[in-house]
Every structure is written in C-alpha cells, then in structure tokens.
C-alpha cells in the first residue's frame, strides 16, 4: 500500500480543492471508494485537514469498521497466497455540505460481509457458494 512519500495525500487535495471551486449551488459533495490508506496512516492527514467528513466516524466513532479484513475475508489471501492478518478501514465514503443543510448521517453499514451461499458454480475450482461477493467489504450509507 506504500506510494511515494507525499503523493496521495496531493491527489486528496487536488481533488477536494477541485470539488470545492464547483460546489457553488450544490448541496452536497460525495468522495467515495478505496481510498488505500488506514485510519492513522500519513496520508490520511488530507482527509483530516479538509473540510470533508467521514460517514463511518460521524455513525460509529471509534468502531474500526474494517473494510478490509484478513481475518473474516479470506480471498486476497487465497488468490495471493498471503498469510497475514492485515485489517483496516481502506474504503469511506466522505461529505461535505458546501451549502448547508444539516445533513446528518443515520447509519452506516458495511456490505458483502458473508460468502455468496446461494450462488452455483466455481471460479479456479473454489465453489462460488464460498466466495466473497470482493475482498473489499462495500460501504451503504
């Protein structure tokens, strides 16, 4: 997940400084996806210092709600022969509100959290029924 020293967090700020010169009349700005860093990593200090808000903290404050999960999720290991257990929060879905509204989150879930039970067939001969729908859990809010 390493990238040269500095550089996602100029792309954070490329883009939220982009958002923010076209927000005018716009009630709400959405920057959502695998952002492939972890809560405390250097490079979330751009999410941080903008004025974007975190969905999951704002719902669930200090719950981890790892998105990326060795332990329960076992396909990046198997597909990438890794033994680790590597969990972290990689994917959010952040807002901002550059007219006011008082917009609040209610909840915030995470999806694609159990194997694909009553799917048929087989991908590289692992039945489908014990696949995760990723290897990414997927965010609703």
Same mark, same amino acid.
């Given at each position: 997940?390493?990238?040269? +020293?500095?550089?996602? @967090? @100029? @792309?954070?700020?490329?883009?939220?400084?982009?958002?923010?010169?076209?927000?005018?009349?716009?009630?709400?700005?959405?920057?959502?996806? /695998?952002?492939?860093?972890? /809560?405390? /990593?250097? %490079?979330?200090?751009?999410?941080?210092?903008?004025?974007?808000? %975190?969905? *999951? @903290?704002?719902?669930?404050?200090?719950? $981890?709600?790892?998105?990326?999960?060795?332990?329960?999720? *076992?396909?990046?290991?198997?597909?990438?022969?890794?033994?680790?257990?590597?969990?972290?929060?990689? %994917?959010?879905?952040?807002?901002?509100? $550059?007219? +006011?509204?008082? *917009?609040? +989150?209610?909840?915030?879930?995470?999806?694609?959290?159990?194997?694909?039970?009553?799917? =048929? =067939?087989?991908?590289?001969?692992? +039945?489908?029924?014990?696949?995760? $729908?990723?290897?990414?859990? =997927?965010?609703?809010?």
């Amino acid at each position: 997940f390493e990238t040269v +020293p500095g550089v996602r @967090q @100029q @792309q954070l700020n490329t883009i939220f400084n982009a958002l923010l010169k076209e927000s005018n009349n716009i009630e709400m700005i959405f920057v959502l996806g /695998d952002f492939n860093f972890a /809560d405390g /990593d250097k %490079d979330e200090k751009a999410v941080e210092e903008s004025e974007f808000a %975190d969905t *999951w @903290q704002i719902v669930h404050g200090d719950d $981890p709600g790892f998105t990326f999960d060795m332990q329960r999720n *076992w396909m990046k290991k198997r597909h990438e022969g890794r033994t680790e257990n590597y969990r972290s929060r990689l %994917d959010r879905i952040l807002y901002l509100e $550059p007219q +006011p509204i008082n *917009w609040v +989150p209610k909840e915030c879930l995470l999806l694609g959290t159990e194997t694909m039970k009553e799917t =048929g =067939g087989t991908e590289s001969g692992i +039945p489908l029924s014990e696949l995760f $729908p990723s290897d990414h859990f =997927g965010l609703l809010a």
